[in-house]
């Protein structure tokens, strides 16, 4: 059966965001989060301590963070290595994330590592993180379906990355379709070989792009197997700056949309955050690629 409830991980002001041609000022960032906040979202993600030259549009991570430290919800902030970690809790955040890859070619492109040379770059961030009272620590995993360099992923890549992961001490895992190529038949297979690994489904959270529009579908096999945390953008925002034919998330819109007329509570207000897209759709000067967000549009 499906969930009666949903925990959605905003990733729109740190997925969406990072991959803007357009710097986005600071304060609208930090209006954008406050908005995603007042929608009723309750964990969004707020930005990356990574390196500045890898990813300028996140640049002013120490500038920002502050402006929303106060709101009450969860502010994830993504952590490469120690240097990031020290970053983020010298500004108290609580929640970090690190970001693992089941493919070799991604994690030399997105971290200029090896799979395993990352695994242990991140290993005494999580054993720090932890040590120093972090609420929680996620760990994403990405191109765990397809990878733009070496095609589909077998899945006992992907079970490897998890278990290391997990064995760190990373308390989620989220299970990234970093190009969205997955088909629903294949979130099945994938999510049954990592609970015949072992990896219990309440740690799981699903992370899909949706480049091809099987990001709803997709998720739907995830909440039958009974995952309960999905990740999403407002608006649809969204990609990886390090992987070619990524576009945005999953739309925050769709989701709610379909798990409202399912009956699964998500404590979101579908018009605040509809106007919360629109308002930022302004400030970048498109409009937002969610059908959600264009059908209930005000214009
Ligand atoms: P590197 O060049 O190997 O860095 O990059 P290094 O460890 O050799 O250090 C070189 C210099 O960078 C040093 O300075 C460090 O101090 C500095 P120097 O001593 O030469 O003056 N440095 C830093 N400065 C600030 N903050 C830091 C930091 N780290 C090192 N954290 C590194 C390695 C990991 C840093 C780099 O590859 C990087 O920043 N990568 C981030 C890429 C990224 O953010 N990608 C997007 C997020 S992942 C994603 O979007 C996928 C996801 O959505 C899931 C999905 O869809 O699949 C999560
Ligand atoms: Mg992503």
Redesign the pocket.
Known sequence: GLPARVRIHEVGAR?GL?NEKATVPTEVKAEFIRRLADAGLTTVEAT?????K??PQLADAEQLFPLVADLPVALPV?V??E??LD?ALALGATRVAV?ASATESFAKA???RTVDEALAMFEPVVARAKAEGAEQVRG?L?MCFGDPWEGPVPASQVVHVCRALLDMGCDELSL?D?IGVATPGQVSALLTALGAAGVPTEALAV?F?DTYGQALANTLAALQYGVTTVDASAGGLGG?P?AKSATGNLATEDLVWMLHGLGIETGVDLGRLVATSEWMAGRLGRPSPSRTVRALSHK
């Open positions: 997925d990072q990356s301590f990574v390196h500045p890898w990813v993504l490469p290595n240097r990031g970053r970001f997105n971290l200029n994403y990405s990234g970093t992370h792009h990886c390090y």
